[in-house]
């Protein structure tokens, strides 16, 4: 029977009630809540008389996932459940982490965002339009919670290989944070996620009745450059503390918008930084199978935007860590864009694109298309490579022959086709096994399933940054980092690689799998935490209190019990 008394607690008035409580996502327990519990907080009536644990909840929850007949109905009914019950959500995340991962974020979190219009339900996040650059600080004193560890913001340009999605781009935060929380444990009412709509140059989103975002052809120029500027002044007096991700912004603004804040606030770009440091710690535990060392690879690049410049950043600096000079570590990297191999011979590089660019004289005599480019297969064909990255949104471009000239000098050749969704991978797995006779070492940026060849079963790992980015927040709030560093990227990326099943087998999955990813992530947060105090940019403290800090950080999705209640918010 249930006791009329409420239950003793000096903050009970500070807690929601009824409906207000249940649409709390946060806080909401649902059918979870005790007897002593609905009666304080008035939920009896609102709620069937059963009362059920968590464990009982989440059999619930996955059975009505399981009617779901399509993976976004599936990303859908994941989203709503996030909306209404934070705690399930998570819960259900975990108890099935590698089923679930590609449907809230790649490859699934794609067709939500160029549907996210359509299939919008409820807010989550922040619209910041550029109609309303004059009120960003008022903006950002709306967010739902005071208190943020974590921003993710996005400008909706360049969404994984599908480019420009304007203000459905948001979808990619709210995914990113959905992981920063599941793996890193950042507690989800402590993120934020943002997206700057500067407009849309996508004809079908404008011409869209439903288009929510801001009909606009994108702002440019210097506008663009100072709306950003506004974002990033208000953050700084809002949110000073805050770690600001930048995330899918063009290749023109990604690099000047972190080279110009990088040492303002405490801040990285995933595109560039996050996968450099995932793509660098599968090559090193791949370099390792092959029984060489990193310094004596030969990198092919295609793909020179700012997330192919960025993985060669991360690999020619552990190559200096390995003994090359900067030019000898250059020389070993050959860059491919739209426009053929990156070349001195070339007068439209960028600046970081020119850091790559062979001498003309190394390849004066090489053959050229029509129009004088060098190609990837003239590249191949010239040269003795051992790594092939792919960072090009072109789907397929890994042919049958350029794979099998590589494989013919080399012993194992590491080949990642990395973009993403499995549309743009620039080859599929199956294909890259079977061209090699078995021998490649393979990670993609989309998923696929095991390669059956020879009789068994090689797993192909999924070269995704989820590995480094929530690792990446939880030592920078365990440890108090008032900056993100290069070597602090370094160091994450060393313990994936050291992390790699490979290394045990050399048949395994070159990273770990999901169901690790929580204790990795664990570990490459220490590893952060210990550089950001050797880097002067967070405070010293002995190697048992910053564990001891992790572990507290690294929220797990459970009711709180409402006595403690405020101190979790």
């Avoid at 059920?52 to 779901?68: H, I, N, P, S």
């Avoid at 899918?248 to 770009?269: E, G, S, V």
């Amino acid at each position: 029977m249930a006791t009329t008394e409420p239950m003793p607690h000096s903050r009970l008035a500070q807690i929601p009630r009824g409906m207000d409580l249940l649409d709390r996502a946060v806080l909401n327990k649902s059918t979870a809540f005790s007897d002593e519990e609905r009666t304080a907080f008035g939920l009896h009536g609102l709620l069937p008389p059963q009362i059920e644990t968590l464990d009982e909840q989440a059999v619930r929850a996955y059975e009505a996932f399981q009617r779901k007949t399509d993976d976004l109905e599936r990303h859908i009914y994941l989203r709503a459940l996030q909306d209404t019950n934070e705690v399930l959500f998570y819960r259900l995340l975990l108890d099935h982490i590698e089923e679930m991962t590609p449907l809230v974020y790649t490859p699934t979190v794609a067709q939500a965002c160029e549907l996210f219009s359509h299939i919008y339900r409820r807010p989550r996040g922040l619209f910041i339009s550029y109609p309303l650059r004059g009120s960003i600080p008022e903006l950002l004193q709306s967010r739902p919670n005071k208190d943020v560890d974590v921003i993710v913001v996005t400008d909706g340009e360049r969404i994984l290989g599908i480019g420009d999605q304007g203000a459905g781009g948001l979808g990619i935060p709210i995914g990113k944070l959905s992981l920063y929380t599941l793996i890193g444990g950042i507690h989800p009412a402590r993120t934020l996620p943002i997206v700057l709509d500067v407009g849309t140059n996508n004809q079908e989103r404008l011409n869209d009745p439903e288009y929510l975002g801001w009909r606009h052809q994108r702002i440019t120029g210097q506008q663009y450059f100072d709306f950003v500027d506004q974002f990033v002044q208000a953050v700084k007096q809002e949110l000073p503390n805050t770690c600001l991700q930048w995330e899918d912004f063009a290749a023109p603004h990604a690099r000047p918008i972190l080279q110009r804040y990088r040492d303002q606030l405490l801040t990285f770009n995933d595109d560039i930084q996050g996968t450099s440091a995932v793509v660098l710690g599968a090559i090193l535990g791949a370099v390792k199978v092959t029984g060489k060392s990193l310094k004596d690879q030969h990198v092919v690049m295609f793909g020179a935007g700012s997330a192919g410049i960025g993985v060669a950043d991360g690999l020619r600096e552990s190559m200096k860590g390995e003994g090359l000079s900067e030019q000898e570590a250059r020389s070993r990297f050959w860059a491919i864009d739209s426009d053929g191999l990156l070349h001195a011979g070339r007068n439209d590089l960028t600046p970081e694109q020119r850091v790559y660019a062979q001498p003309e004289s190394r390849v004066s005599a090489w053959p050229r298309t029509s129009n004088g480019h060098i190609g990837l297969a003239d590249v191949v064909g010239k040269i003795d490579a051992t790594v092939l990255i792919g960072l090009s949104t072109v789907g397929g471009v890994f042919s049958e022959s350029v794979v099998r000239e590589m494989a013919r000098k080399a012993e194992r050749p590491i080949i990642f086709p990395l973009s993403n969704p499995t549309t743009r991978s620039e080859a599929k797995a199956e294909d890259l096994i079977h061209w090699t006779d078995g021998r490649a070492l393979v990670a993609t940026g989309s998923p696929f399933p095991p390669v059956s060849y020879g009789g068994s079963k090689i797993p192909i790992a999924q070269c995704n940054n989820v590995y480094i980015f929530p690792a990446m927040g939880l030592g920078v709030v365990a440890s108090g980092a008032r900056r993100v560093t290069e070597p602090m990227m370094l160091a994450a990326a060393r313990v994936l690689g050291a992390n790699s099943p490979a290394l045990k087998d050399s048949s395994a999955s070159l990273l770990p799998p999901l169901t690790e990813i929580r204790r990795v992530a664990a570990e490459i947060a220490f590893a952060v935490g210990v550089e950001a105090q050797t880097n002067g940019v967070a405070l010293k403290i002995n190697e048992g209190e910053l564990r001891r800090r992790i572990a507290q950080t690294q929220w797990t999705p459970a009711y709180t019990e409402f006595p403690d209640l405020q101190e979790s918010l």
